[in-house]
């Protein structure tokens, strides 16, 4: 695998419907309100290209200029294209789980292009995957604890 090659699995599973966990994932202008690390969301004219700040531990920021590649409520699957400090794709796919659980499963697979992590690449990749799960935990904390708060037919 090359140096600045990356590629994420998680499976968070949820007290919620599918087609609820699918509609709040779909709703990208408000992940900021539910997972920290996602510092701001702008949505372009279009309706399916915009930006991405994210922050999570480590002093830097990454910026992506993000592109909907896929959008099935069907399959209850969402991906986009990124480009800027990652370039790559990130896809949601809300799996059944149990009577009334679902599982928002998260996959990323992207190229490290922000300088900084591409010079430390070698020292730096066992603190930038730590730092990806750190932000993933609270992503799904976060996702959880909206869940909790909204009514069941959000």
Request: zero cysteines.
């Amino acid at each position: 695998m090359a140096l600045h090659h990356y590629r994420f699995r998680d499976d968070w599973p949820l007290d919620a419907p599918p087609d609820t966990v699918y509609r709040l994932l779909e709703d990208a202008e408000r992940y900021p309100s539910w997972w920290p690390q996602i510092r701001g969301v702008t949505v372009g004219a279009d309706g399916v290209s915009g930006g991405v700040r994210l922050r999570s531990l480590l002093p830097y920021g990454l910026d992506l200029t993000a592109r909907e590649s896929r959008r099935d409520p069907r399959a209850r699957v969402l991906e986009i294209t990124v480009h800027g400090d990652l370039e790559g794709w990130v896809r949601w796919t809300v799996l059944p789980r149990g009577a009334a659980g679902s599982t928002a499963r998260f996959e990323q697979e992207v190229e490290v292009r922000k300088p900084l992590m591409r010079w430390l690449a070698v020292p730096g990749r066992p603190v930038f995957i730590a730092n990806h799960a750190w932000m993933m935990r609270r992503g799904r904390r976060g996702l959880r604890a909206l869940l909790e708060r909204r009514p069941e037919g959000i």
